[in-house]
């Protein structure tokens, strides 16, 4: 059976399965390859609790941690509207291919109902076909304003 709860930063079981997820997709090539610092599994939640702006839901199948998705809350100036970031999406690899993620980016989309937002955004990486796939099954799609400009493109900038 699997349960998508709203991630609740003082419950400790919750806390324990969002840095658990979220280390196990470091570790993953589409992750990074490396685990999480203990500086960040030291304080991540904490952090996260400190913002009213960081939403997460957790899935669980029999009781297990499977699935993790980390939402920021933005804002669109366009549309003067808020909006959220879907920042990370996980799902253990044991668990993949039974909807996980589908159900993650459903209750990603009733958070930022509920927060009035006018849209959701995520970044993927082009060689995750997979997650690609799931992202235009539930709706995704690149953005760009003018087809003569091209796609957006995400870029950083490390400080």
């Known amino acids: 059976m699997t349960d998508i709860q709203i991630a609740d930063f003082n419950n400790p079981t919750h806390a324990s399965a969002i ?3 979220l280390n196990e997709y470091a570790k993953d090539p589409m992750g990074g390859g490396e685990p999480l610092s203990a500086f960040t ?15 997460a839901a957790i899935a669980f199948v029999d009781g297990k941690p499977a699935g993790l998705i980390n939402c920021i809350e933005g804002f669109s100036t366009f549309a003067c509207k808020p909006l959220l970031n879907i920042h990370d999406v996980v799902v253990l690899a044991e668990f993949r291919g039974q ?4 159900l993650l980016l459903n209750k990603a989309e009733e958070i930022a109902t509920g927060l009035g937002c006018c849209k959701l ?4 990486l082009e060689g995750n076909r997979i997650a690609q796939a799931v992202y235009i099954a539930n709706g995704f ?13 995400f870029w950083q900038k490390k400080l």
């Open 19 to 21: 840095v658990f997820l």
């Open 99 to 102: 909807g996980i993620s589908s």
């Open 121 to 124: 955004t995520l970044e993927v």
């Open 41 to 55: 599994q030291a304080n991540l939640v904490v952090e996260m609790a400190k913002r009213s702006t960081c939403h």
């Open 141 to 153: 799609a690149g953005y760009q304003l003018d087809p003569e400009m091209g796609r957006a493109l």
